[in-house]
């Protein structure tokens, strides 16, 4: 699995954040967009492209696209 693809589909979840903010440091909470909705958008992202299963303890220890990654790779 490729970063740079993870987070091309992590940003395709976002409908109003800029492609620009998207990149492998980006603190994800800190968007404008993110939400408790958004979490389990990006949850399920994450089941249906890499067929991971992620707890919320994984999403919540998680604070870069870079961490969310390295949690979902350690699962493949």
């Known amino acids: ?11 395709n979840q ?5 492609v620009s903010q998207f990149k492998i440091n980006t603190i994800f909470r800190e968007l404008d967009e993110w ?4 979490a389990l958008t990006i949850i ?3 089941d249906e492209e890499y067929d991971v299963q992620l707890k919320g303890d994984d999403m ?17």
Not at 1 to 11: C, G
Request: hydrophobic content about 45%; aromatic content about 10%; cysteine-free.
């Open 14 to 18: 976002f409908d109003e954040t800029d």
């Open 35 to 38: 939400s408790s909705i958004m």
């Open 60 to 76: 919540r220890n998680s604070n870069t696209i870079e961490e969310l990654f390295n949690v979902v790779n350690s699962k493949l």
């Open 44 to 46: 399920a992202m994450i």
């Open 1 to 11: 699995m490729e970063i740079e693809k993870f987070i091309e589909n992590f940003a």
